[in-house]
């Protein structure tokens, strides 16, 4: 039986190789093994979305996830999305709308919404809430969020 | 928290799984999309000493459509890719229709087919999906396979009938017969979160638009999903009058469901639930099937 396994992961674009127990959650491996703190956990246990980072492309939890499966994939997380000098459209939306009041959750939204608005560029109120309805967020009442989504959707688009 | 220590087991084919399964027996788990086995774990709910982790047996990943004019599931084919495919939309719409309704889009984007429906989880809308299309479910051990049917495999709360080495590997569902209308309706607390009461129809209708079979099938009702039989029965033979389907639907509700009350419904509320929307259900299966000539 095999105690430790090794994971290659390309994470923001940078390899990183490293030996991990497999209940190591990807979510702990990220902030923890790779110092990637931008990922925030909640819940752990799949309810609140903080943890969402891109899997290959796709939103998912970090927290449902092993790091041992991210063996061989990529993963974008917020820290790969935009620089404070440089913010990705929709953080500059979100800061100009007023979408974030802790932060806490806004990570995760991010990481859920950029997909989401690849895929749908010109969403309706309808579709963006049910967007965000995997990412709990205890300040905002996700009014504002809702704002920095169509805000961010204009950006875009433009 | 954190999971349990564990064993961990990556196989690449399902012959390799099912040694793993074989050899360890109860005290292993098969890993789908871990969007339930997972949060158990962290919990500690559930503590399984070995884990075989399904998401690298690519012969489990597949949307392909049968010679018959149905269609057949690859049990690790991701809800994404499910929701996504205009093969599911054109020979399974029911389930086209549902999957938007199914957990949230970073759930989706993880969680399988298969690991749902093995899951059995009574509020689960695939299993009484499965169940309203006469699925069936190919299951395989070391020794061989069998093919189940959708309304013979769930035998209760997060209870099928896969034994410990077996593995659910795909779904099939047949063609969908001419005349032949669907209709999923729910109520949820939010948009993709736990149904209260759901409730799956499929009406086929003869020449003369009468009801020549009817399925309705609950979830979030029972200890699995559950099949409305007298209700149904009452449709069979019968021109869908407004009359005929708001008995039927008062039938489902007091004499084939027996709901339970907890924190977020109350008995009452459920049953009062379930006629509305089988009511609702019936009317649009019903519409469907009649523009199907």
Redesign the interface.
């Known amino acids: 039986?095999?105690h430790l396994?090794d994971v290659g992961v390309t994470v923001n674009g940078n390899r990183y190789e490293r030996t991990v127990?497999?209940?190591l959650?990807l979510s702990?491996f990220l902030r923890h093994d790779l110092g990637l703190t931008g990922t925030h956990v909640g819940c752990?246990?799949?309810v609140c979305?903080s943890c969402?980072i891109l899997?290959d492309g796709?939103?998912?939890?970090s927290?449902?996830?092993?790091a041992?499966?991210a063996n061989g994939h990529e993963i974008l997380t917020v820290e790969g999305l935009g620089t404070p000098e440089d913010l990705h459209p929709l953080q500059e939306a979100f800061w100009e709308a007023h979408s974030v009041q802790c932060g806490f959750c806004t990570p995760g939204i991010l990481m859920?919404l950029v997909p989401?608005l690849e895929e749908n560029p010109n969403p309706n109120e309808d579709e963006i809430?049910?967007?965000i309805?995997?990412n709990l967020c205890r300040c905002t009442g996700y009014q504002h969020i809702v704002d920095g989504v169509k805000l961010a959707a204009q950006k875009m688009s433009a | 928290?954190?999971?349990?220590?564990?064993?961990?087991y990556?196989p690449t084919t399902v012959e390799e799984a099912l040694v793993h399964l074989s050899e360890h027996g109860y005290d292993a788990k098969a890993l789908a999309g871990?969007?339930s086995l997972?949060?158990t774990m962290?919990?500690r709910l559930a503590q399984p000493s070995v884990?075989v982790?399904l998401?690298n047996v690519s012969e489990l990943f597949y949307i392909r459509p049968d010679e018959n004019g149905g269609l057949r599931l690859g049990a690790m084919t991701r809800h994404?890719q499910v929701e996504r495919s205009s093969l599911v939309s054109e020979r399974t719409p029911l389930i086209y229709e549902a999957m938007?309704k199914i957990?949230?889009?970073?759930?989706r984007?993880?969680g399988t087919f298969g690991g749902s429906i093995a899951h059995a989880d009574p509020s689960a809308e695939l299993g009484a999906i499965s169940i309203a299309l006469g699925g069936r479910f190919r299951l395989r051990n070391q020794t061989g396979e069998r093919w189940v049917p959708a309304n013979e495999f769930f035998i209760g709360m997060f209870t099928t009938l896969l034994e410990p080495d077996e593995l659910l590997v795909e779904a099939s569902f047949p063609n969908m017969p001419p005349r032949t209308g669907w209709a999923l309706q729910e109520v949820a607390r939010?948009?993709?979160?736990f149904a209260l009461v759901g409730v799956a129809a499929v009406v086929t209708l003869d020449k003369k638009n009468q009801c020549q079979k009817a399925r309705i099938v609950f979830l979030s009702v029972g200890d699995g999903p559950v099949e409305a039989h007298r209700a149904a029965e009452t449709l069979t033979g019968q021109t869908l009058t407004p009359e005929i389907i708001h008995a039927a639907a008062e039938t489902a509700a007091t004499a084939d469901i027996d709901p339970g009350s907890d924190i977020h419904a109350s008995a009452e509320y459920r049953r009062h639930l379930a006629g509305v929307l089988t009511r609702r259900a019936l009317d649009l299966a019903f519409e469907r099937a009649k523009g199907r000539g």
């Open positions: 039986m095999r396994f127990e497999p209940r959650l702990d752990e246990h799949g979305g969402t899997f796709q939103p998912v939890r927290c449902l996830m092993f041992v499966q859920t989401f809430r049910a967007a309805s995997g | 928290m954190k999971p349990p220590p564990f064993e961990y990556a871990g969007q997972i949060p962290n919990f884990l982790d998401n994404f938007p957990a949230t889009p970073q759930i984007s993880r939010r948009p993709n979160d």
